[in-house]
């Protein structure tokens, strides 16, 4: 018989954010506004880290007109 084995798949914590804007010089390398602006303009209110990088890199490289 094969035994299947769980895969122990950890779920990342999610934050608000605000928390996330507060540490987004630790987590993402820019200031608390560009976090903040990047996070209303995506709409987020509650994310992972992770979602939450890739939201800021993304604004970060728009371009400013």
């Known amino acids: 018989k094969a035994v299947a084995k769980a895969a122990h798949v950890q779920a990342e914590s999610v934050y608000t954010a605000e928390e996330l804007a507060a540490n987004a010089g630790k987590l993402f390398g820019v200031r608390t506004e560009c976090a903040a602006a990047a ?12 979602k939450a990088g890739e939201t800021v890199k993304t604004f970060m490289k728009k371009e400013v007109r």
């Open 39 to 50: 996070l209303k303009a995506a709409g987020i209110k509650e994310c992972t880290v992770s």
